[in-house]
């Protein structure tokens, strides 16, 4: 994954949140025992785990990857909470953060796998945000596409427990949102 990408990406999901508000926070979301708040927390713990990993720095946030931080990030504005993240993660990913390896709490990763994962985690509870608040669940075409065919090249059947669903099938003329979202586990 390259850093034109993951700023796409953080770009696309900063416009849902944008568009969260505090009546949204308790709404349930796609990822199951998640509401909007916990959502958010995730995928702003995700951009400050993202930050400490490619940067081979130790975690400003207390977070496994998948889980939720063991604390509240968000506050009383997710956007500004979200944005700070996302200057943090593009600022660890920029030279050559993404062409070199990185120990992760899994193993040693490629810069370019764990921004990919990074990036496929923003793009998608991107959309996860979008459907728990009624918002426009369309992803950008050529993005939701390069994040479907890394996601192909890196997810497989065994490796989807326990924090994927299993794949739901999607005709192949459907959007790019909908084939990405499908892969997955989420009902377009």
């Known amino acids: 994954m390259d850093l034109t990408t993951m700023e ?15 009546a949204h926070l308790s709404n349930p979301t796609p990822c199951p025992d ?39 990030l968000v506050g009383d504005d997710p956007a500004k909470a979200y944005r700070l993240g996302v200057e943090a993660l593009l600022a660890a990913a920029a030279g050559d953060a993404l062409e070199r390896p990185h120990a992760t709490p899994i193993g040693e990763m490629p810069g370019a796998v764990l921004g990919g994962f990074t990036t496929l985690d923003i793009l998608v509870h991107g959309w996860d945000l979008a459907t728990a608040t009624g918002q426009d669940q369309a992803l950008p075409a050529d ?12 997810i497989t059947d065994d490796s989807r427990q326990p924090r994927i669903g299993p794949a739901i099938e999607v005709d192949p003329a459907a959007s790019a949102t909908a ?9 377009p």
């Open 8 to 22: 796409g990406a953080c770009a696309s999901t900063e416009r849902i949140i944008d568009g969260v508000r505090p």
């Open 34 to 72: 998640w509401d909007v708040r916990a959502l958010l927390n995730h995928v702003t713990g995700t951009l400050h785990l993202g930050a400490s990993l490619l940067s081979d720095s130790m975690p400003t946030v207390k977070m496994a990857p998948g889980e939720l931080p063991d604390a509240d």
């Open 143 to 154: 993005l939701a596409e390069t994040v479907l065919g890394f996601a192909h090249q890196t």
């Open 179 to 187: 084939r990405l979202v499908g892969y997955l586990g989420r009902q």
